[in-house]
């Protein structure tokens, strides 16, 4: 279970006043967390099984298939994620994410005794090996949003950068020696003892999974709609700029990173080396991950966050273009080092930066839609450097993904990441439900909103401005056909219109906003010059048919309600 803002630069302090010198950041300080530490360690256990079994699954597939077959064994894992982890992340964040963690650690455990039945029994094939690989791959995708969504329910907002990557450490700290142990096991005992030790590294987490209870916030509302709960998801993110931008680099940078874990086998069998030595190659990049993972904290307080990941993804990509080309095992391990290092820096930073720039309703969605963009990158990476590997050669592969890593750098000189050091999208939970005149229920609907300002002329630039940004935040969180207009016969009154489906998603609607949207209303009050606040008026769209009996605001709901109450 692998991949906030920055904090703020220590201040230099006269040697003459040490006491005012603040600390370094601390890599581990999240894990004073109990609740944290317990989950981090058992997961640490679980990534050495997956681990294990990786090198097992992708030694074995090169022993009985081609290049392109092997290539495909990551791919087979990475490609569940990209297809199921939006409706995993939907779940996670409506309905009780410990539940999903202990179902999918479950399901992950069966499928890998059965892998290690089915090969102790001689009855696996290339493409039987990777369907359960591919299973495997799918409870790595209902697991992930859920997991990563709840670090943020163990440990306070201050400690959520560090613990992100303690994630990536701990994944790393197993890539680094997990290999090796995975290819003793396989060499001494085969790659069925290699699956089965595998499902016995889930065990610690579930039985943690099981004890933990964590507080979980009363819900005052119906649960959404899986189908809804995912388009939801998608509008959020797409409608969020700081989202999107990590969602392009990401698919980018995984096309590129996947080709040095992908062709590794080939990498270790070209070199004359059997599976230690792919162990040890594997090995090498974990060390450097976890490198990477313990100067991260430092890195983030003293740069900003698209410098590092340039600087990373640069090294990175050197890297490749050397493990390609290099004839020596001596060479080749230090460049794994820095490949390592630079996997875990961009992709640990792309995970903390879309978790600090969406609110907590949404977390696991965006976490899911990051993970969509990141291994779809890498499964179709994979594919493509196996094909290229087996039809030009291991060296051509890994110098052409070294080209699509120097893409990744030049795309974030136009889309850059986005700073989150003063950003706060904890919800804002000052808006209550109004009163009605007339009787509403959940689903009556739709519903239209207006709210009237008046602007003066010379304010009208600075109006524009914040209603552009204000329109993207109404449409993020749910309004449909947003318009602003302006008043033919008094040109000082403005009016922003939206419509909502229903009353509920009305409700949800006013219950998204965060306290960083929250600034955008001040200072729309501010320019507003009525001597009241802005006036709203929610009404109910309705046809010219009869009322009749019906009086549940369906599409036939008569009298507008026009509140002229406080704004929304």
């Known amino acids: 279970m692998s ?150 329910d163990m440990v306070p907002r201050e400690d959520l950068a560090g613990a992100v990557t303690l994630n990536s450490m701990g994944f790393n700290m197993a890539r680094s020696v997990g290999p090796a142990i995975g290819g003793m096991i396989v060499a001494a005992a085969g790659a069925a003892a290699a699956f089965a030790v595998n499902a016995v590294s889930y065990l610690g987490l579930l039985f943690v999974l099981f004890r933990w209870k964590p507080d979980r916030p009363k819900q005052t509302l119906p649960r959404e709609g899986l189908l809804a709960a995912m388009a939801g998801g998608v509008r959020y993110a797409f409608l969020s700029p700081r989202v999107t931008a990590v969602l392009l680099r990401a698919v980018v940078f995984g096309m590129g990173a996947s080709a040095v874990q992908a062709l590794m086998p080939l990498v ?141 750098v030049l795309i974030g000189l136009r889309v850059p990441l986005p700073s989150t050091a003063n950003l706060n999208m904890d919800l804002l939970r000052r808006w209550t439900e109004p009163e009605t005149a007339l009787p509403i229920e959940p689903r009556s609907g739709p519903v239209v909103v207006t709210i009237a300002y008046r602007i003066r002329e010379e304010d009208i630039d600075a109006f524009l401005a914040l209603m552009d940004e204000r329109r993207r935040i109404r449409r993020r969180d749910g309004a449909r056909q947003w318009h602003l207009m302006r008043d033919l016969a008094e040109p000082d009154i403005w009016v922003e219109k939206y419509q909502t489906p229903t009353w509920l998603d009305y409700v949800r609607h006013n219950q998204r906003m965060t306290k960083s949207d929250a600034e955008i209303t001040i200072r729309l009050h501010a320019l507003h010059q009525g001597p009241e606040r802005p006036v709203v008026h929610r009404m109910i769209e309705r046809t010219t048919a009869p009322l009749g009996h019906n009086l549940h605001g369906d599409r036939n709901f008569g009298d507008a309600l026009t509140d002229p109450t406080r704004l929304s």
Request: hydrophobic share 60%; glycine share 10%; charged share 10%.
């Open 268 to 408: 270790a069998r070209e070199g004359g080396g059997g599976p230690l030595v792919f162990g040890l190659l594997l090995g090498a990049f974990g060390v450097g991950a976890v490198g990477g993972a313990l100067f991260i904290a430092r890195l983030r307080a003293r740069y900003e966050t698209e410098n590092i990941v340039r600087v990373a993804a640069l090294a990175f990509a050197a890297a490749a273009a050397v493990i390609g080309f290099s004839p020596w095992l001596a060479l080749t391990l230090p460049a794994l080092l820095i490949a390592g290092a630079g996997w875990v820096l961009v992709l640990s930073t792309f995970n903390v930066t879309v978790q600090m720039s969406v609110p907590r309703w949404v977390v696991a969605r965006a976490l899911a839609l990051y993970q969509m963009a990141a291994f779809g990158g890498m499964a179709g990476g994979s594919w493509l450097w196996g094909a290229l590997a087996e039809a030009k050669g291991v060296e051509l592969a890994l110098g052409m993904s070294a080209g699509v890593l120097l893409l990744s």
């Open 3 to 152: 991949s906030t803002a920055a904090p703020p630069s220590p201040a230099s302090t006269p040697e003459a006043e040490p006491p005012a010198a603040p600390s370094r950041p601390s890599a581990l300080a999240p894990l004073r967390h109990p609740v944290f530490r317990a989950v981090w360690i058992t997961s640490l256990v679980t990534n050495f099984g997956g681990l294990i079994q990786s090198v097992g699954a992708a030694w074995m597939m090169s022993s009985i298939a081609s290049a392109q077959m092997t290539a495909l064994v990551q791919a087979s894992v990475t490609l569940p994620i990209m297809l199921l982890s939006l409706a995993a992340g939907a779940l996670a964040d409506t309905v009780d994410r410990r539940k999903i963690m202990l179902a999918a650690q479950s399901f992950m455990l069966l499928v890998s005794a059965g892998l290690a039945a089915m090969t102790w029994m001689g009855w696996i094939t290339p493409w039987v090996l990777l369907s359960f690989t591919f299973l495997i791959g799918c409870g790595t995708a209902f697991n992930g949003p859920a997991w990563q969504a709840s670090v943020g």
